[in-house]
């Protein structure tokens, strides 16, 4: 059965950091591409960040306009676990966060609230 746990979401003022971390089983994580998407209140799932398998050295990443910079997306293939360090947070930032098998998101865990407010 698959299963995708996220945590370490949070409330966090503007400026401030979190590290999410996605656990993952029932499947073989290391041959998939890893994803972490959000949905923010009212709004549809939005591409956050991916991240290859690393099978040829080192990782790719890709991340979305809105986050570049800020985010930084990783994996310990050894622990099945996916990660989002997350910096200089925003308002904007506030959302449910996922980690996902696919970009779009259609396998993904329950999420975990990332809130940004003073």
């Known amino acids: 059965q698959v299963q995708l746990v996220e945590s370490g979401g949070g409330l966090v003022q503007p400026g401030g950091s979190l590290r999410l971390s996605c656990a993952v089983s029932g499947f073989t994580f290391s041959r998939y591409f890893m994803y972490w998407v959000r949905q923010a209140p009212g709004k549809g799932l939005e591409w956050v960040s991916s991240?290859?398998?690393?099978?040829?050295?080192?990782?790719?990443?890709w991340y979305a306009d809105t986050v570049k910079g800020r985010f930084t997306i990783s994996r310990d293939n050894a622990k099945n676990t996916l990660y989002l360090q997350m910096n200089n947070l925003k308002v904007d930032d506030t959302a449910l966060y996922y980690c996902a098998r696919d970009r779009s998101g259609t396998v993904r865990g329950q999420g975990t609230q990332v809130t940004v407010s003073s």
């Open positions: 991240i290859n398998t690393g099978a040829y050295g080192g990782y790719g990443t």
